[in-house]
């Protein structure tokens, strides 16, 4: 079963400038680490990704290592990992930067960041295997996604055998599903594998800090489109301006607005 989110019903107030940006980045980065011979491609993996053993202070690194975990996020060790993530960030990532702002949003990426480098590492201190790519600071970006809009729709390409279909899922299920997943997969992060561990401290590092950065009038657990129906009652000539509505739903809205004024 072939199960990929690529879009989501979640509409934003503010572009989302900085998802773009990292976007850009992470994209003009892998390009140049592909124009590298195989053997500096390794190096370069080595030198500016996150390992372990230097991390914590075991083994010196050709960089600072509190430096690597900058350097880290923004390079893939290979197209599909490229595009999963860059995906990823581009359908959650958007929603979140327009609940906190931008300047507050770079600041979320990255301590979603460290904390899924801190994560990895502290689960095998002595490891000189390198750790590259965004996914522990996009797995914040879901946390906080799961916890703002749990029950926004997303669009997912659901391909069994044969089949071929795309589904409208809610986002709680599908976020929930990714996190269950990285749990049963632990068990083979073997070596050169994904780093698991990392996205599950990514995860609940944003989950965690979301509260503490979202602007304080963007609740949590909002349902996506909620907003303006709660807000105001219904007016059929805004919604059909300059048609009539049959008189059912004339009906149905009334109902809803006299349920309204009764709460």
């Known amino acids: 079963m072939f199960f990929f989110p690529f879009s989501d019903d979640n509409p934003t107030q503010n572009k989302p400038y900085i998802c773009y940006i990292i976007i850009v980045i992470c994209a003009f980065i892998f390009l ?94 002595t490891s000189e295997i390198p750790m590259i790519g965004a996914s522990g600071a996009i797995a914040g970006v879901l946390g906080a996604y799961l916890l703002l809009h749990p029950k926004a729709n997303v669009n997912v390409l659901l391909w069994i055998f044969i089949f071929i279909t795309v589904v409208r899922v809610p986002a709680a ?49 909002e349902q996506a489109h909620s907003k303006a129906f709660a807000t105001r009652d219904f007016n059929l000539q805004e919604l059909v301006p300059g048609k009539k509505v049959d008189g059912f739903m004339e009906d149905f809205i009334e109902d809803a607005n006299q349920r309204k004024k009764r709460k």
């Not at 195989?38 to 372990?52: I, T």
């Not at 290592?65 to 860059?86: D, E, R, V």
């Not at 507050?104 to 801190?118: P, T």
């Open 173 to 221: 299920i599908v976020l929930g599903f990714w996190i269950i997943s990285q749990f049963f997969s632990l068990g083979g992060s073997g070596e050169g594998g994904v780093a698991y561990f990392a996205h599950i401290g990514g995860f609940i590092a944003g989950m965690i800090l979301i509260p503490f950065f979202k602007n304080s009038g963007v609740p949590l657990f």
């Open 32 to 125: 140049w680490q592909f124009t590298l011979p195989p053997h500096l491609f390794e190096s370069s993996v080595y030198n500016f990704g996150v390992v372990p053993a230097s991390l914590l202070g075991t083994k010196e690194g050709y960089i600072p290592a509190s430096l690597t975990i900058l350097t880290s996020m923004f390079m893939h060790g290979g197209w599909l990992h490229l595009i999963g993530n860059m995906v990823f960030l581009w359908i959650f990532g958007d929603n979140v930067e327009d609940s906190m702002g931008r300047g507050k949003f770079i600041i979320f990426y990255f301590l979603c960041g460290i904390a899924a480098a801190y994560t990895q590492a502290m689960i095998d201190p």
